[in-house]
C-alpha cells in the first residue's frame, strides 16, 4: 500500500512521518502528481497561514490534484481548513471540497490561539473507531471550523466547533493527530486502514 504526504510549504512534514512510522507506515513524501494520484492514502498536512499555503498549492497545481482525488484524503490542521471553502486568515478562498466557512475566534477570555491538550466528544465515522468520548488531542490554531452537517468530532473553546469532519473519501481533523499521542497514533491507523 503507498501512502503519501503532500510536500507544500506549509506542511508538519516531519512529525507526520514520524507518527506514521511509529505505527509501521512507510510514507513517500512528494509534489509529484502522478505519485499523489496513483496513492492508496493521502495525508494533507499545514502549519502556518491559510493565504501563503494556498498560494503554495497553486503554484504548483496542487490545488487541482487534491480536489479531484478519488481515494481517502486526510487534511491535518491547516490542512483541514484548506479543504473548506474560505478561510477569514487573511480572505482565502480555499479548495471547496467541504462548503463549509473556517472563522476567526473571537474571545475576550480566552487564550487565541488555542494551544494544548483539548477533548473530543461526539465522535462518529470509522476515522474514530476505537478513540474513546473525550478523549485528548494537541491543538495549536486560531481559526476554527463551525458546527456543520459534516463535522465527526466536537471540541469546546470560546463555542463548541467541529474539530473532525467527513464527506466522501475527505477527511479532516483540527488536532495535530501526529502530536496526539496513542489517541492521534489510533485515529492516523484508522485511517490508513481505511477501504
Not at 507518527?19 to 502522478?34: C, F, K, P, Q, S
Not at 471550523?145 to 466536537?154: D, L, Q
Request: glycine share 6%; hydrophobic share 40%.
Amino acid at each position: 500500500m503507498k501512502t503519501v504526504i503532500i510536500k507544500y510549504n506549509a506542511g508538519n512534514i516531519q512529525s507526520v512521518l514520524y507518527a506514521l512510522e511509529r505505527i509501521g507506515v512507510n510514507a513517500l513524501v512528494t509534489a509529484d502528481h502522478e505519485e499523489i494520484i496513483t496513492a492508496d492514502k493521502v495525508i494533507f498536512p499545514g502549519v502556518g497561514e491559510a493565504n501563503s499555503a494556498m498560494s503554495s498549492l497553486k503554484e504548483n497545481n496542487l490545488d487541482q490534484i487534491i480536489k479531484s482525488l478519488k481515494q481517502p484524503v486526510l487534511g491535518i490542521c491547516v490542512g483541514m481548513q484548506l479543504l473548506c471553502k474560505y478561510s477569514e486568515e487573511n480572505d482565502t478562498e480555499c479548495l471547496g471540497v467541504f462548503d463549509e466557512p473556517v472563522k476567526k475566534f473571537v474571545s475576550d477570555s480566552f487564550k487565541i490561539p488555542q494551544i494544548g491538550w483539548n477533548t473530543l466528544y461526539d465522535l462518529k465515522s470509522p476515522l474514530m473507531k476505537g478513540v474513546a468520548e473525550n478523549s485528548y488531542c494537541y491543538f495549536v490554531h486560531s481559526y476554527y471550523v463551525p458546527m456543520n452537517e459534516h463535522a465527526i468530532a466536537t471540541t469546546d473553546y470560546v463555542q463548541p466547533y467541529a474539530s473532525a469532519i467527513h464527506k466522501n473519501n475527505f477527511y479532516g481533523v483540527q488536532f495535530h493527530a501526529e502530536k496526539s499521542a496513542q489517541v492521534g497514533e489510533k485515529i492516523l491507523k484508522n485511517f490508513i486502514e481505511l477501504i
